[in-house]
């Protein structure tokens, strides 16, 4: 190397800055390399906008697919509360007509009061009404009880409504603020349709802290399904009680009815006989007194006339064959004393027909009385089967008009002043007919 006219400090210097320009220029070389690699492009804010929109998108899909869960099962919550109330106003309706026959019942048993008091004795048609009311107070405890079910069911199912419209309305913000304020990217913008209908069939994403499927979202929707699940088994419930109570309830309405029937027919054949003994006992008394005509003449041909000057000769105890055989000793004749005993004798006989004529009017009146009574009490029966089978229909108001009117009327044909209320101080009893009916 050829010595240097320059000093050696002056080069080495030179040297050093141009190794240091070296260095640094591979350096910068690198890094200019390194930057190519892992430098963010211009188009990174593009990019970064894309990838926000593209996760908001994606959370706004599930958000409504999530939406559209809650959507699906408040409708399902609606219409059972529907269906619920439906089966509630049948359940209210059944209630009603048992109400209804209570108060017939009742009705039933205070128009067989008035009846005649021989007819009051307790008989099996008391015994039916008794029965008919103990089932019928059972049924009326029975639906109560599914009723207070049902009311409490449906503040279940109205509590899980308004959780569920909670929950709706907080997931449905985001669609609002959220859908509204971006721009879908070109490259989602055509596919939105596909992939919300290929989420719609598949099922909901887990639940995330931070995601649509909260945990409250979840249990919402969990207690509407349990809530519909035993809205559906209590309506089924509901139904069918409706069905039995109203099948017990016609078969007891019916049995009662019958069990009156049988009564008024009973009466109606006691009082048929007792017309039969009526006639019988009135024949006997015709011929009583016939028998007493006859034992009466009797007598008074046995005591022979009033005045002695009406006697004739061969009446007199002293006629001349009497006094001719009197002549001798001994030869007293009877006739008198006989006369006197047959007199007695058809005066206690007189005395026992006029008993026994008494005795026979005493029953006759009895009898009259039976069968008034008995004609009395089949009115009231069969007065209160029309009525019960008029009012079977259920179609009238309680406490109405309808419903105050008593099953027992009046039991005359014509028209009377007397009205069919059991207030009426002619209520059960016979009553005069008006004047213009007269």
Known sequence: ??????????????????????????KSDKFNDLGRLLDPLPSLRDHCIQQSNAKIHAYVRTTRIVVVKLRDNLLNTEEEIKSLLRGKENLEKALEHIRKDILLNEQSKNGREVKPIREKEKDGADDLLGAEKKQLLKIKRFLEAKLRSVQKQLQVLDNA????????AERNRVLDLICHAITPSRASASKTTDRISSHKKQ??????????????????????TDAIERSHILLKEVVSAIRDVNHIQKEIHQSVNHGLTKKI???????????LAYGENRMAI??????????DVSRGYTLGPVSSMDMTTRERLDRPTVRTYQRHPGTQLSEAQQIIQGSNGLEASLEAINRNIGMLGITQDRLRDDIADKHKGAQVDASIVRYRRRKAN????????????SPVRCGRRARCRCSSRASHPTFGRRCAPSSSSA
């Open 286 to 295: 015709h011929r009583g007194n016939k028998w007493h005509y006859t034992t």
């Open 203 to 224: 099922e909901l994403p887990g639940i995330h802290p931070l995601g649509p499927y909260t945990p409250e979202a979840a249990t919402s929707m969990a207690i509407a």
């Open 394 to 405: 259920h179609r009238w108001v309680v406490g109405g008009a309808a419903s105050s009117s």
């Open 265 to 275: 027919s009973e009466s109606t054949t006691m009082k048929q006989h007792l017309q």
């Open 161 to 168: 409504r308004k959780r569920l419209k909670a929950v709706l």
């Open 1 to 26: 190397m050829e010595s240097t006219i320059g000093p050696d400090t002056w080069k080495l210097s030179t040297v050093n800055n141009i190794r240091l320009a070296q260095t640094v220029v591979q």
